[in-house]
Nanobody, 129 residues
Framework: QLQLVESGGGLVQPGGSLRLSCAVS????????VAWFRQAPGKEREGVSC????????WYEDSVEGRFTISRDTAKNTVYLQMDNLSPEDTAVYYC??????????????????????WGQGTQVTVSS
């Protein structure tokens, strides 16, 4: 049973762009918020962006707001993360995750990992010249 499958990672130069995709089950997009997290080497996993199932409202972590855009295509059962103006600090494994809830919720300006029940396997993003 398909849960969440990420794709689109790779190597990109600073200032470049990548678009990540997360294929999800049809029921997920209609009932659960979906988020992107990332984990850099030696660092804690952090929430990057989230999109709610109810109205498509979005949330972004401060360091990516204005550079990253989350979106969804309900016909393709896919959530995207468009990443522009990438910097080496964006290098990480990126994961998509299914929330227990319909809407995104931040706690002290961060997503809480315990709000998410299913995770993809991750896709590596490397920003380097």
């Amino acid at each position: 049973q398909l849960q969440l499958v990420e794709s689109g990672g790779g190597l990109v130069q600073p200032g470049g762009s990548l678009r990540l995709s997360c294929a999800v089950s049809a029921s997920v997009l209609h009932s659960h918020a979906v988020a992107w997290f990332r984990q850099a080497p030696g660092k804690e996993r952090e929430g990057v962006s989230c999109i709610s199932s109810s109205d498509g409202s979005t949330w972004y972590e401060d360091s990516v707001e204005g550079r990253f855009t989350i979106s969804r295509d309900t016909a393709k059962n896919t959530v995207y993360l468009q990443m522009d103006n990438l910097s080496p600090e964006d290098t990480a494994v990126y994961y998509c995750a299914e929330s227990l809830f319909r809407n995104c919720a931040s706690h002290f300006r961060a997503l809480r990992q315990s709000d998410y029940s299913s995770w993809g396997q991750g896709t590596q993003v490397t920003v380097s010249s």
